[in-house]
């Protein structure tokens, strides 16, 4: 898929009366936080603003979220009945997502299935896996193959089944095979630019209104690594 627009820092992969569709940065935060960093929902509320010549405030929706060092797709609703629909969609785990990442370490077994009890720390917000259910535990499943070996590094696409905080990360970090960059969950160095190299590739959906079968896939970072797949 091409990027559409590169208009207002944005790239948007896909744009209609009842959604958009970014192409997230490393760096960008999806939502507001306590850090005061102007969030990607507010530059597409701007962009909307401007392109639309609308008065007033702009409705935009956030469907759902990405952490700040990854890259990829992020869906905004434009509409109330929009957001309403997607956030069924999400809930229902009515979206086939697939993601993309890049480790330094090789999973022992080149394509499986990762079931993990995932409890959340909000202390220092980070996510560790268990093997058994432990206690405020949530169940995490997801697939993952080996798609490329890279010079001393090899990519990964994944297919998640469930969505939880931190899933990708803390699921590979267990079987030994931390996500490069990713300091939290045990790679032993950061990237120069902060991020880590994860990448939300590909989102499938019924669209809420249309009804028509929607294929969204995200162009990963312009970076040497990425460039190799």
């Not at 627009?5 to 936080?33: A, T, Y």
């Not at 956030?87 to 993990?116: G, M």
């Not at 996500?179 to 669209?207: C, E, M, T």
Request: net charge positive.
């Amino acid at each position: 898929m091409k990027i559409i627009s590169n208009k207002s820092n944005l790239q948007i992969l896909h744009e209609d009366n009842h959604l958009i569709v970014i192409n997230k940065r490393v760096g960008d935060i999806v939502q507001g936080d306590k850090t005061g960093d102007k969030p990607l929902s507010d530059v597409v509320k701007e962009y909307i603003k401007d392109k639309y010549n609308k008065p007033g405030e702009v409705f935009l929706g956030v469907v759902h979220r990405l952490d700040r060092p990854t890259s990829g797709i992020i869906v905004f609703a434009r509409t109330s009945k929009a957001l309403t629909r997607m956030n069924e969609l999400f809930s229902n785990r009515k979206t086939q997502k697939t993601y993309w990442c890049i480790v330094k370490n090789k999973p022992l077994i080149a394509e499986d299935k990762l079931t993990h009890y995932l409890k959340r720390n909000e202390k220092n917000n980070s996510s560790k896996a268990h093997l058994k259910e432990v206690p405020d535990s949530k169940l995490a499943i997801l697939d993952y193959k080996i798609i490329k070996e890279l010079t001393n590094y090899f990519a990964l696409e994944i297919n998640l089944h469930t969505g939880r905080h931190h899933q990708i990360r803390a699921q590979l970090s267990a079987i030994g095979s931390p996500i490069k960059g990713d300091l939290k969950y045990g790679f032993d160095r950061s990237n120069p630019d902060g991020g880590i190299h994860l990448h939300a590739r590909k989102l499938v959906f019924i669209h809420p209104v249309t009804k028509e079968n929607t294929i969204i896939i995200a162009p990963t970072p312009d970076e040497v690594l990425w460039k190799a797949l």
